[in-house]
């Protein structure tokens, strides 16, 4: 908690125009828009649970088509940072409660749960989904995960038994 923290002061007095313009350096993981797609067709629940900030986060999630996206939420004045988030810390334990909130919520069967991650913030998340995937992610990370992927994340299509027809490219 201290670290997004820290981080979020260090922004204070910094105009979100300043910021979006990163986004179009942001490249996507191989694969995530046709898993995305794929899965939202098929009426799976897809959320992005990210420890960075909204102004990042909710335009590359909207991008991408994930129906669900939470992050940590900036309090801007006059389209500046203030050095402050208006919600709860989106950390290690934030990723988890807000993962089993959503699947109770929704009525998913957590054994139909999959969960994709690459930090420390996310192995609480991975251990308690069904199928824990690392993606590209840490060592301590790829130990705790029933997976590990770093080529494409369409593979997560085929473990749940799609063939390369039902995929939606983009």
Not at 10 to 24: A, S
Request: with cysteine; glycine share 8%.
């Amino acid at each position: 908690k201290e670290s997004i923290l820290l981080r979020t002061k260090k922004l204070k007095g910094l105009h979100v125009k300043k910021i979006l313009p990163l986004l179009k350096l942001i490249k996507f993981s191989c694969g995530i828009k046709e898993v995305v797609k794929t899965l939202n067709k098929n009426n799976c629940h897809t959320m992005l649970i990210s420890g960075g900030y909204d102004i990042i986060a909710n335009p590359i999630g909207q991008k991408i088509g994930f129906k669900e996206i939470i992050s940590n939420k900036l309090q801007l004045n006059e389209n500046k940072i203030t050095g402050d988030l208006k919600n709860n810390i989106i950390d290690r334990e934030g990723k988890l409660s807000y993962f089993k909130k959503r699947v109770k919520e929704n009525k998913i069967d957590i054994n139909k749960t999959i969960a994709v991650g690459d930090g420390d913030n996310d192995i609480s998340m991975l251990k308690y989904s069904s199928l824990g995937i690392a993606w590209k992610a840490y060592p301590k990370v790829k130990k705790i995960a029933k997976v590990s992927l770093n080529k494409s994340l369409k593979s997560i299509l085929f473990f749940q038994g799609y063939k390369d027809k039902d995929i939606i490219n983009n």
